[in-house]
């Protein structure tokens, strides 16, 4: 199976900062790679798709970036709405993984 | 307007079997595959399995946890998927999700979740 790594696995940042999370993944898979959102007690929203993709209606200060094994996911200026867990996921090969979850806190 | 909606979930003793529903409305059901992921209690997401369409086959693929033990399905006169789950495990306790899978593996429609709580 292939392994997600995701980094940091909690954040503390202010409203206005940028925030970056990194997902890094035991092998090569191209770019593909989602970025989800989530809040308490609600389902997953997808935010970027093939890595670098900003899904319809999202944000645009949400983006997605890198291939390969590398992977970036941007805040360019935090709001209170995103507090949230942010998920990494590969869909190259099954099973899918996901990323065991950032943790984003306002502070 | 695409709706996802679980049922099915509860409380039930190890080793006994429960099977979930998942009911989708607001689009051709039977044109797309449909996948079920699980999220324990404060812990991460786990994809389950899904069920191809019957264009491909209708086939189906699991994670290794469940391997055996979960059959996933399709009605597609119903629009509704079922995911049957035997010989439960504590550690299958979780917020089972279903959601529509393109064939990419980004899911952008997701059901509500229900519960499972697998108990003595």
């Known amino acids: 199976d292939i392994q997600m790594t995701q980094s940091p696995s909690s954040l503390s940042a202010s409203v206005g900062d940028r925030v970056t999370i990194t997902c890094q993944a035991s092998?090569?898979?191209?770019?593909?790679l989602n970025w989800y959102q989530q809040k308490p007690g609600k389902a997953p929203k997808l935010l970027i798709y093939?890595?670098?993709n900003l899904e319809t209606g999202v944000p645009s200060r949400f983006s997605g970036s890198g291939s390969g094994t590398d992977f970036t996911f941007t805040i360019s200026s935090l709001q209170p709405e995103d507090i949230a867990t942010y998920y990494c996921?590969?869909?190259?090969?099954?099973?899918?993984?996901f990323g065991q979850g950032t943790k984003l806190e306002i502070k | 307007e695409v709706q996802l909606v679980e049922s099915g979930g509860g409380l039930v003793q190890p080793g006994r079997s429960l099977r979930l529903s998942c009911t989708a409305s607001?689009?051709?059901?039977?044109?797309?595959?449909m996948s079920w992921v699980r999220q324990a209690p404060g812990k991460g997401l786990e994809w389950v399995g899904f069920i191809r369409s019957k264009a491909y086959g209708g086939t189906t693929e699991y994670a290794a946890s469940v391997k055996g033990r979960f059959t996933i399905s399709r009605d597609d006169s119903k629009s509704i998927a079922y995911l049957q789950m035997n010989s439960l495990k504590t550690e299958d306790t979780a917020v089972y999700y279903c959601t529509r899978d393109p064939g990419s593996g980004s899911y952008v429609y997701w059901g509500q979740g229900t519960l499972v709580t697998v108990s003595s």
């Open positions: 607001g689009f051709t059901f039977g044109d797309y595959a």
């Open positions: 996921q590969q869909y190259d090969n099954l099973p899918q993984t």
């Open positions: 092998q090569d898979i191209s770019n593909y």
């Open positions: 093939d890595a670098s």
